[in-house]
């Protein structure tokens, strides 16, 4: 195997300033739209990066469940590791990795926790085992066996026998509030397209093309 003979020149698409919507929340959804018409599995799947307070990052793929001009939202135990780390420094970056299309779509910005009743209605809207999930795990926490998450997913079962399980008070969801996003189309020769919105004072959208 000699990973340097893995290339793909990219001749999709190309991307012009004239094409770009003025306001960055805008293009994301034609994009997410075009993403959703090509097919492409789990669109809304983004890679979360966070800084732990040792400074040591990490990163790990979370599904985006909402997004409109105040950011984007996530679900997630708030004693997970990108909670704790979120708790810390609340400065975070987002990668949609859209490679079908040959394009990437990436996103920072400072993350705030949703309001109770956003994630109240969000979890009601999830399927019942999904919901049973977020009481069984510890997220990021050492288990020894796979066994304990099924004998704690069978206690579940029971004590919430009658079909409604509330939402747990140790998870809720996260909105990344974006400060700059950078939209990447894939050209050949590695000469691609990039454009980055940058939100100036006032709140106004700052559009800059940058060398690939």
């Known amino acids: 195997m000699n990973l340097a003979d893995y290339r793909r020149d990219y001749t999709q698409a190309g991307l012009e300033l004239t094409n770009l919507a003025a306001a960055p929340i805008e293009q994301f959804r034609r994009w997410f739209q075009e993403a959703e018409t090509a097919g492409l599995i789990e669109p809304n799947a983004m890679s979360l990066a966070t800084v732990g307070g040792d400074g040591r990052p990490s990163v790990r793929t979370v599904l985006l469940k909402a997004f ?19 708790a810390g420094n609340s400065a975070a970056a987002l990668l949609f990795p859209w490679l079908g299309l040959e394009r990437q779509v990436s996103v920072e910005g400072p993350v705030e926790r949703v309001s109770l009743a956003e994630s109240v209605r969000y979890f009601a809207s999830r399927p019942h085992g999904s919901q ?5 795990s510890s997220q990021s926490s050492v288990i020894t066996t796979r066994t304990l998450l099924e004998e704690m997913l069978a206690q579940m079962k029971q004590k ?24 990447w189309q894939g050209r050949p020769n590695r000469l691609h397209d990039r454009f980055r919105y940058r939100q100036q004072d006032g709140g106004a959208w700052k559009i800059e093309r940058l060398a690939p």
Do not use: H, I
């Open 68 to 86: 409109d001009e105040k950011g984007l939202v996530f679900y997630t135990n708030y004693e997970s590791r990108k909670a704790r780390d979120l």
């Open 132 to 136: 049973l999930g977020a009481w069984v």
């Open 160 to 183: 919430f026998a009658d079909g409604k399980v509330p939402l747990p008070p140790f998870w809720g969801g996260f909105r990344v509030v974006p400060q700059t996003w950078e939209f």
